[in-house]
T-cell receptor, first 116, second 111 residues
Framework: GAVVSQHPSWVICKSGTSVKIECRSL??????MFWYRQFPKQSLMLMAT?????????EQGVEKDKFLINHASLTLSTLTVTSAHPEDSSFYIC????????????FGPGTRLLVL | GESVGLHLPTLSVQEGDNSIINCAYS??????FIWYKQESGKGPQFIID?????DKRQGQRVTVLLNKTVKHLSLQIAATQPGDSAVYFC??????????FGAGTTVTVRA
C-alpha cells in the first residue's frame, strides 16, 4: 500500500497565530514529500518540495518564512503556517513520493484551514 | 505555467456507459504521466500511471492511453458507476521531476 495521513484534518484559528500541519507516510519511507495548496474548484498548486534532512525547495511566489517546512524523518514532514491571516485560509494537501526516480505521489486527505 | 491541460472542464455520463477524459500536454520532455481522482473535501487518489515508453496501460475498469505524437493523454473508465463521480486530474513529470497538474475535469454520473 501507500497510505499518507495528515493531521489535523481541519483547523480554525485566529489571525496572527501559527498552525502546524503534519504529513506522515504510514507504510513506506518517503525521501521526498510535497506540499500543495488548493482553492475551491481549482487545481493543485505546488508550494514546496520537502527533502528529508535538507532544506525545502519553495516554488516561486511562496514565502519560505511564512510557510515553514521541516522534514525530520523519512516518514514525517510538517508545514507551519506562521502568523496566519484570512487569506491563508485554504485546503492544504501533502503528498509523498514512493520509490525512486520521482515516480507516483500519494496524497494525504488534506487539511482545511480557516483563519478568522 | 501548466504544461498539462484538460479538454473539457465537465463531463456528464450515464451510469453504465464508458467515460473518456482527455488531457493534452505541451512539455516534450515529459516522460511520466498519472491520473488522479479527487472527491469533494478529500485528497487526490492515485488511479493509474504510464511512462512514455508505453502507449496503453490497463487497470481495474480503467485504461490510460498515451499518444506522444500529438501529446495527448486519455483516461477511459468502463461501466461508469455513481462512485466514479469526482474531479479527475492528469499530471505529468519531466524526467522524474515534480508533477504538473492540469485544471481538472468534473465527472458527473447520471442514474
Amino acid at each position: 500500500g501507500a497510505v499518507v495521513s495528515q493531521h489535523p484534518s481541519w483547523v480554525i484559528c485566529k489571525s496572527g497565530t501559527s498552525v502546524k500541519i503534519e504529513c506522515r507516510s504510514l507504510d513506506f519511507q518517503a525521501t521526498t514529500m510535497f506540499w500543495y495548496r488548493q482553492f475551491p474548484k481549482q487545481s493543485l498548486m505546488l508550494m514546496a518540495t520537502s527533502n528529508e534532512g535538507s532544506k525545502a525547495t519553495y516554488e516561486q511566489g511562496v514565502e519560505k518564512d511564512k510557510f515553514l517546512i521541516n522534514h525530520a524523518s523519512l516518514t514525517l514532514s510538517t508545514l507551519t503556517v506562521t502568523s496566519a491571516h484570512p487569506e491563508d485560509s485554504s485546503f492544504y494537501i501533502c503528498s509523498a513520493a514512493k520509490g525512486t526516480s520521482g515516480v507516483a505521489q500519494y496524497f494525504g486527505p488534506g487539511t482545511r484551514l480557516l483563519v478568522l | 505555467g501548466e504544461s498539462v491541460g484538460l479538454h473539457l472542464p465537465t463531463l456528464s455520463v450515464q451510469e453504465g456507459d464508458n467515460s473518456i477524459i482527455n488531457c493534452a500536454y505541451s512539455n516534450s520532455a515529459s516522460d511520466y504521466f498519472i491520473w488522479y481522482k479527487q472527491e469533494s473535501g478529500k485528497g487526490p487518489q492515485f488511479i493509474i500511471d504510464i511512462r512514455s515508453n508505453m502507449d496503453k496501460r490497463q487497470g481495474q475498469r480503467v485504461t490510460v492511453l498515451l499518444n506522444k505524437t500529438v501529446k495527448h493523454l486519455s483516461l477511459q473508465i468502463a461501466a461508469t458507476q455513481p462512485g466514479d463521480s469526482a474531479v479527475y486530474f492528469c499530471a505529468d513529470s519531466p524526467r522524474g521531476g515534480k508533477l504538473s497538474f492540469g485544471a481538472g475535469t468534473t465527472v458527473t454520473v447520471r442514474a
